[in-house]
């Protein structure tokens, strides 16, 4: 099993980027693909981007200026967020796929995902 804590969130003005971090333990992270989703008060959880297992294959959601990447020596994956809105404030949390089907097809879809970190809040001031 392995266990995600994500980090690099914080309180940024709008047009700002910020870099939020998921580091893993407990198993190596180069068997998971993996996601970045995000929840705005009220809102149901969304997709932000996913990567596979490899790196090679990125998705992202329409609209997001966001780039995802992963560091597979580190155990982590990065979302380099820029251009930052008022509406991209939220809770940002990564996951972590373990199907062998998906690992170079990463998932749009939360239930997918079997393990979840606890979230980094994000909050962009306009």
Same mark, same amino acid.
């Given at each position: 099993?392995?266990? #995600?804590?994500?980090?690099?969130?914080?309180?940024?003005?709008?047009?700002?980027?910020?870099r939020?971090?998921?580091?893993?333990?407990?198993?190596? #992270?180069?068997?998971?693909?993996m996601?970045?989703?995000?929840?705005?008060p009220?809102? @149901?959880r969304?997709?932000?981007?996913?990567?596979?297992?490899?790196?090679?294959?990125?998705?992202?959601?329409?609209?997001?200026?966001?780039?995802?990447?992963?560091d597979?020596?580190?155990?982590?994956? %990065?979302?380099?967020?820029?251009?930052?809105?008022? @509406?991209?404030?939220?809770?940002?949390?990564c996951a972590?796929?373990?199907?062998?089907? *998906?690992?170079?097809?990463?998932? *749009?879809?939360?239930?997918? %995902?079997?393990?979840?970190?606890?979230?980094?809040?994000?909050?962009?001031?306009?």
């Amino acid at each position: 099993q392995v266990q #995600l804590v994500e980090s690099g969130g914080g309180l940024v003005q709008a047009g700002g980027s910020l870099r939020l971090a998921c580091t893993a333990s407990g198993r190596t #992270l180069s068997s998971y693909a993996m996601g970045w989703f995000r929840q705005a008060p009220g809102k @149901e959880r969304e997709f932000v981007a996913a990567i596979s297992r490899s790196g090679r294959t990125t998705y992202y959601a329409d609209s997001v200026r966001f780039t995802i990447s992963r560091d597979n020596a580190k155990n982590t994956v %990065y979302l380099q967020m820029v251009s930052l809105k008022a @509406e991209d404030t939220a809770v940002y949390y990564c996951a972590a796929d373990s199907a062998t089907a *998906r690992a170079g097809v990463p998932s *749009r879809s939360r239930n997918d %995902y079997d393990y979840w970190g606890q979230g980094t809040q994000v909050t962009v001031s306009s």
